[in-house]
């Protein structure tokens, strides 16, 4: 029998300290559609929820942004109507009130609905629970087909039931005739949602649509977030995710010249901390570099602000791409394989695991050292 209540996600639009968002989808209309929620196993709070409309829906969408939740704790939730059924309990943790000395956060892209991308669910669950968890691009694949976006969030609701999923989009978010309306309507994200910040603990996390890179407004907002992030003395380190590789040795797509173009000055200026990328399915990373050019060639130790270190995690669970066979100079470390990466931020260190999918095995790991 079909369940009432599905695809229940949460993320954030404001403050990780004191609010929490919560979306999910109905099988019909709910008469009083809300969010019981509490401290600890408790439920004794209620938040009305409001429906979310898009032409393309299959089904009625609630979004809830609860608020004056307290930090660092745990609240438990179930979302429905009494009427008509609830979800099962779920739990999530806020951010703490003041930066942690660790946390851990997750993330890879080019997921999509598959046997593989169900185990990359399980495999950021397992062992530690991350903080929250980034996917770069390309969620569902859907491409138009709304049923397909219904598939991809009751596959990631394990995941994002319990552990607030953060997104930037993808080409394939760009749906034909339509645009981002899905990911819009179906994400509750900050500010534009196409493009967005927020900051969990002393990390400052920037979202780019690299779909639209030349888009002059976002081009503008862009610098300016890399421009007050590298001012701002709370903010110990900055990461920016976005979907496309400014560099890539994947066969036939090789290094992107227009984003170079267009995007390189500004990471070469303000050197963010990590560069979070995907769209190539496999796995790639740079060592620092200034103008494309390598500036250090140590296997996996570097100093905050040599040069601009460049992440590809694309294996999140479509299929993977073939890579040339010589290795550019430019590339750290790559590998044809299902991955996901598991970052663990102290004050002073950005340590980054790269996981292959199938046996949880490490591929590299690298730090970032202030």
Not at 226 to 250: G, N, Q
């Amino acid at each position: 029998m079909q369940k009432i209540i599905s695809q229940v996600h949460l993320s954030w639009s404001d403050d990780p300290k004191t609010t929490m968002n919560i979306t999910w989808q109905s099988r019909e209309p709910l008469s009083q559609p809300m969010v019981q929620y509490g401290e600890g196993g408790t439920l004794s709070q209620t938040a009305i929820a409001r429906r979310i409309r898009y032409a393309q829906e299959t089904g009625p969408l609630y979004q809830v942004t609860l608020r004056n939740l307290k930090p660092g704790t745990t609240y438990s939730y179930r979302v429905g109507d009494a009427g008509k059924g609830w979800s099962e309990v779920h739990t999530f943790r806020t951010a703490p009130a003041t930066p942690p000395a660790r946390f851990v956060f997750t993330a890879f892209a080019d997921h999509g609905v598959t046997p593989v991308a169900e185990q990359n669910v399980r495999r950021v669950l397992a062992g530690e629970k991350p903080a929250f968890h980034i996917i770069m691009g390309d969620l569902s694949y859907a491409n138009g087909n709304q049923p397909i976006w219904d598939d991809w969030f009751e596959l990631l609701e394990p995941l994002a039931s319990e552990v607030p999923v953060m997104v930037c989009p993808g080409n394939h978010e760009d749906e034909r005739n339509i645009r981002f309306a899905t990911y819009l309507a179906r994400f509750a994200l900050p500010e534009k949602e196409l493009y967005y910040r927020f900051d969990y603990g002393n990390t400052r996390f920037i979202m780019f649509n690299s779909q639209d890179f030349r888009d002059a407004e976002q081009l503008r907002w862009f610098e300016r977030e890399l421009s007050e992030a590298r001012r701002d003395p709370t903010v110990r380190w900055v990461i920016v995710s976005m979907h496309h590789p400014l560099y890539s040795s994947t066969v036939r797509r090789l290094n992107d010249t227009e984003r170079i173009e267009v995007l390189q000055p500004l990471f070469d200026k303000y050197r963010p901390d990590l560069v979070l990328l995907g769209h190539h399915h496999n796995y790639e990373r740079t060592y620092p570099l200034l103008g494309g050019k390598v500036v250090v060639r140590h296997p996996n130790r570097y100093r905050r602000g040599q040069g601009v270190i460049y992440v590809t995690s694309g294996g999140g669970g479509k299929s993977l791409y073939d890579q040339t066979p010589e290795q550019p100079a430019f590339t750290a470390k790559r590998d044809k394989c299902y991955e996901y990466l598991r970052i663990t931020v102290t004050n002073n260190t950005l340590t980054v695991e790269c996981r292959r999918t199938e046996d949880n095995s490490l591929l590299e790991r690298f730090e970032v050292v202030r």
